[in-house]
């Protein structure tokens, strides 16, 4: 495991959702009381998400119902993190969007309007309803000069009955017809890191990222300049970390290991 030398006390906590905290909103063992052990040391946290389709509230109750009690607020999804790039890129601007409750809130709330009349954006977000209408009115605005903006590139997602294609692959079959490649604002990219930093006026220096995913959760946390933990409940299996350039700065069998290094005075990773 690689080991930070004379690591600042950690202040502030981020850890990914799925595979860290639930697998398809069936708890893992450990995560309810790692977020009772965050909420008891007053320390800022936030549960991080690539999912846009549901709001904060949302997120919650799902939460909620497997026993883990996070705060509203302590929530932000890729969808929040998009309507804070969009707004601080082109404030009050305009968007076609494609994506269900959580992207359409969290642009209405940073006070974006919603249209398929020459938009300032075309924004592509998670849904179980892709519109082939939709797509080819996405794909027509985008040729006519609406900048491409998706929430986040995973080409699948989980569910009961199998894969499901996700954003990422929605996304490809719009830049397949156009020839123009959205910018994705969720994980890999580091600004979903910075934007939650940004949220709890936190700094990289004192935050630790846990996640599941070598190639999003890990790699982002890493180029924003956080330390990170590995957590192997999830989609990066033990023996495969050493195939990946870049290292965790921990590595731990699951969320159930950090409960007592969150309960630490001054804990470092």
Do not use: C
Request: net charge negative.
């Amino acid at each position: 495991m690689g080991r930070m030398t004379e690591p600042r006390p950690i202040e502030t906590w981020l850890t990914d959702m799925d595979g860290v905290l639930v697998h398809e909103e069936v708890p893992i063992p450990g995560a309810q009381e790692f977020i009772e052990a965050l909420k008891r040391s007053g320390r800022p946290f936030l549960v991080l998400t690539n999912n846009s389709i549901y709001t904060p509230r949302d997120l919650r109750v799902r939460l909620l119902a497997g026993g883990i009690d996070v705060p509203e607020e302590s929530i932000w999804t890729s969808a929040l993190a998009t309507a804070q790039f969009l707004d601080d890129q082109r404030p009050a601007g305009s968007a076609y969007v494609v994506g269900e409750a959580g992207l359409t809130t969290a642009l209405h709330d940073i006070g974006y309007v919603m249209t398929d009349r020459s938009p300032d954006y075309v924004v592509l977000g998670e849904t179980r309803t892709y519109s082939f209408e939709a797509i080819t009115r996405a794909i027509r605005l985008v040729e006519a000069g609406a900048r491409f903006i998706a929430t986040n590139p995973d080409p699948s997602g989980p569910s009961p009955q199998g894969t499901l294609p996700a954003t990422g692959s929605v996304a490809a079959l719009i830049s397949t017809a156009t020839n123009r490649r959205p910018y994705y604002v969720g994980k890999p990219n580091p600004l979903m890191m910075r934007s939650a930093l940004n949220r709890l006026q936190a700094h990289s220096e004192t935050t630790v990222m846990i996640g599941d995913r070598m190639d999003t959760d890990i790699v982002s946390g890493l180029e924003a300049g956080m330390r990170t933990v590995l957590v192997t409940t999830g989609s990066t299996r033990p023996e495969q970390v050493e195939h990946f350039p870049y290292r965790p700065t921990r590595v731990v069998d699951s969320i159930a290991d950090l409960v007592d290094l969150v309960s630490e005075r001054a804990p470092r990773a």
